[in-house]
Nanobody, 125 residues
């Protein structure tokens, strides 16, 4: 079992930056790949944002965030980060991190076993 807690969300003007953190407890975090997903409005299907495998060099991004967002991990701190730059109003959403056992980078939300509660990101124009 893995427990995930997201932090770092907030309000920012368009063009600004935020850094989200996903901190894990429970099992050996380095055994898990981690993804970030977002949901807006509530009830809509969660949209893939970025994912990182057990190796920090294995990453994948949604086309809409490529070159603006960067995912990274610090296994010593059991934390995965999502650095978000050049934010746009359409990035406004509830952001979730999720974990799955194994090292593959997976972009589909139903392949993830553990989820955090989410952190809200609001970008104003």
């Amino acid at each position: 079992q893995v427990q995930l807690v997201e932090s770092g969300g907030g309000w920012v003007q368009a063009g600004g930056s935020l850094r989200l953190s996903c901190t894990a407890s429970g099992r050996t975090f380095s055994d898990y790949s981690v993804g970030w997903f977002r949901q807006a409005p509530p009830g809509k299907e969660r949209e893939f944002v970025a994912t990182i495998g057990r190796s920090a060099t294995d990453t994948d991004y949604a086309y809409s965030v490529k070159d603006r967002f960067t995912i990274s991990r610090d296994n010593g701190k059991n934390t995965v980060f999502l650095q978000m730059n050049s934010l746009k109003p359409e990035d406004t959403a509830l952001y979730y991190c999720a974990a799955r056992a194994g090292g593959l980078v997976i972009t589909t939300p139903y392949d993830y076993d553990f989820w955090g509660q989410g952190t809200q990101v609001t970008v104003s124009s």
